[in-house]
């Protein structure tokens, strides 16, 4: 499975229309994602502490438009790589939306649900 964070209001806006954009598609030409094991990393960088936040959770093999692992912006070497999705995420691939609330510190984990999955 591959994750992406987002306000609830942008999740509820694809609801209504069909379909997720998120302005990096526009900005960057494709939108960002991350694996279980790394998404707490740009969640904790970007929006420590924001309480609005849902985790969508897309199964890969189900996405009909480009998706590449690359390296994260501003990693390290060897840092993680991210999978980045080249198009429109159309709402019927989210197989599911979780709470995704900060931690009492502001960072973020892995939900529990998702933590327990093998």
């Not at 229309?17 to 707490?40: A, C, K, M, N, Q």
């Not at 690359?70 to 980045?84: D, L, R, V």
């Not at 931690?103 to 529990?112: A, E, H, R």
Request: hydrophobic share 40%; net charge negative.
């Amino acid at each position: 499975m591959i994750l992406h964070f987002c306000p609830r209001s942008d999740w509820d806006a694809a609801l209504a229309s069909g379909v997720y954009r998120h302005p990096s598609l526009e900005s960057e030409g494709f939108i960002h994602f991350s694996d279980p094991g790394t998404v707490h990393l740009p969640a904790t960088a970007l929006f420590a502490g924001r309480t609005d936040l849902v985790l969508l959770e897309v199964d890969p093999s189900t996405v009909d438009v480009p998706l590449r692992w690359e390296p994260g912006t501003g990693e390290a070497p060897g840092g993680p790589w991210f999978p980045h999705l080249y198009g429109e995420l159309p709402v019927p691939l989210v197989v599911g939306v979780h709470d995704f609330p900060p931690n009492p510190d502001g960072t973020f984990t892995l939900p529990p649900a998702l933590a327990r999955r093998p």
